[in-house]
T-cell receptor, first 112, second 114 residues
Framework: GDSVTQMEGPVTLSEEAFLTINCTYTATGYPSLFWYVQYPGEGLQLLLKATKADDKGSNKGFEATYRKETTSFHLEKGSVQVSDSAVYFCALTSSNDYKLSFGAGTTVTVRA | DAGVIQSPRHEVTEMGQEVTLRCKPISGHNSLFWYRQTMMRGLELLIYFNNNVPIDDSGMPEDRFSAKMPNASFSTLKIQPSEPRDSAVYFC????????????FGPGTRLTVL
């Protein structure tokens, strides 16, 4: 079945540091890939998405590229801020299914 | 756009009591999802509906849990009787299948069963 594996946290960084969260997937067909972010006490928000190979999703300084050859969708940000402290979830949905398969989530803490 | 609306935001109840969680999806969306989030198990899909019809309820933990979607703008998740192990944050999400498939989440209901 479909599955997503993302790097375990927690990740602690200083402001302006570079952030990478690795995400790899297993899926049949041609999945769509997503990164969701959950700020403390809130629901999940869609951060970015990519629907086909080589697409790059971007939002709020975050980027992720859909790499079919490596089945990966790594999240990156060049300079993090304290406000980026949150839990980040990688997810996919297959072309023939409605459901989102989520990774376990990675907790990121950015210190001033 | 109001987003997905959930109520109540917090619920504290005693073991054995009935609990009803409510969700109003985004207008025009045709699919609705109920999730449960705990520290131990992470984010779990409980059930999802398409066009008000339950499509997959394999994630519903047991018969104490039931969900309904009587119309396109309202859904409930009911736990009867509730148990302490049901304590979690319950999220509702909606999407438009066929247009990106991304899900939009509500703020969640934090349930505590004493």
């Amino acid at each position: 079945g479909d599955s997503v594996t993302q790097m375990e946290g927690p990740v602690t960084l200083s402001e302006e540091a570079f952030l990478t969260i690795n995400c790899t997937y297993t899926a049949t067909g041609y999945p769509s890939l997503f990164w969701y972010v959950q700020y403390p006490g809130e629901g999940l928000q869609l951060l970015l998405k990519a629907t086909k190979a080589d697409d790059k999703g971007s939002n709020k300084g975050f980027e992720a590229t859909y790499r079919k050859e490596t089945t990966s969708f790594h999240l990156e940000k060049g300079s993090v801020q304290v406000s980026d402290s949150a839990v980040y979830f990688c997810a996919l949905t297959s072309s023939n299914d409605y459901k989102l398969s989520f990774g376990a989530g990675t907790t990121v803490t950015v210190r001033a | 756009d109001a987003g997905v609306i959930q109520s109540p935001r917090h619920e504290v109840t005693e073991m054995g009591q009935e609990v009803t969680l409510r969700c109003k999806p985004i207008s025009g969306h045709n699919s609705l999802f109920w999730y449960r989030q705990t520290m131990m198990r992470g984010l779990e899909l409980l059930i999802y509906f398409n066009n008000n019809v339950p499509i997959d309820d394999s994630g519903m933990p047991e018969d104490r849990f039931s969900a309904k979607m009587p119309n396109a703008s309202f859904s409930t998740l009911k736990i009867q009787p509730s148990e302490p192990r049901d304590s979690a944050v319950y999220f509702c999400a909606s999407s438009y299948i066929g247009r990106g498939n991304e899900q939009f989440f509500g703020p969640g209901t934090r349930l505590t069963v004493l």
